[in-house]
């Protein structure tokens, strides 16, 4: 059984960088979820998708932001010009959208510092 | 922005003891989970309950909703060291918007 997978798992930055994660799903999931969080915080939504559609975007996601899924498949978010209060964990999630089910399965994140 | 609070923000016990952990919510919900988290590393679900229910038990876990206060406990009873992650609430409004609450970290001694 193939969980969520993201890469990196670790990613040191400069300022004014670009950076872009990815996430795999569990690949019968039609619905892939990213969420920031930040130390000693519960996780905040970012987007999530439904197949290649974003169906909704926080206001935490600025015009640095940007987010995608290809053919449905995995995800990439994508930072530009990376600043400092960016650095947080970065998780992605997915689930079969059925009736009546809402289980997230979540990846192990992938750290970003930005120095 | 976080939905509501874990209470306490800490909580150390021995194992075999019981860890009562407690979450408030703002708004209104349709349903509200409970996930897992251990240190450093992704969230494992771990119950839902409908806001149409009141009690829900899973294993060790007992999770219990109070609308009317906008409230959530989550039980393990009997604990072990492996229980020790921090616990966050998480609520949705029929959409797949997860809010999290701010967690609480569980810590259980051998």
């Known amino acids: 059984d193939t969980g969520v997978s993201q890469n990196p798992r670790h990613k040191i930055t400069k300022r004014g960088q670009n950076v872009t994660f990815r996430c795999d799903p569990i690949?019968?999931?039609?619905?892939l979820y990213w969420y920031r969080q930040t130390l000693g915080q519960g996780p905040e939504f970012l987007t999530y998708?439904?197949?290649?559609?974003?169906?909704?975007k926080s206001r935490l996601l600025s015009d640095r932001f940007s987010a995608e899924r290809p053919k449905g498949s995995f995800s990439t978010l994508e930072i530009q010009r990376t600043e400092q209060g960016d650095s947080a964990m970065y998780l992605c999630?997915?689930?079969?959208?059925?009736?009546?089910?809402?289980?997230?399965?979540f990846g192990p994140g992938t750290r970003l510092t930005v120095t | 922005s976080q939905q509501g609070e874990e209470d306490p923000q800490a909580l150390s016990i021995q194992e075999g003891e019981n860890a009562t952990m407690n979450c408030s919510y703002k708004?209104?919900?349709?349903?509200l989970q409970w996930y897992r988290q251990n240190s450093g590393r992704g969230l494992v679900h771990l119950i839902l309950?409908?806001?149409?229910?009141r009690e829900k038990h899973s294993g060790r876990l007992r999770v219990t909703l109070d609308t009317s206060k906008k409230s959530s406990s989550l039980l393990i009873t009997a604990s072990r060291a492996a229980d020790t992650a921090s616990y966050f609430c998480?609520?949705?409004?029929?959409?797949?918007?997860?809010?999290f609450g701010t967690g609480t970290r569980l810590q259980v001694f051998p």
């Open positions: 999630a997915s689930s079969l959208r059925s009736a009546g089910a809402y289980e997230q399965y």
């Open positions: 309950i409908r806001s149409n229910e």
């Open positions: 998708f439904q197949n290649e559609a974003q169906l909704e």
């Open positions: 998480a609520t949705d409004w029929y959409t797949d918007k997860l809010i």
């Open positions: 690949s019968e999931h039609n619905r």
């Open positions: 708004t209104s919900i349709n349903n």
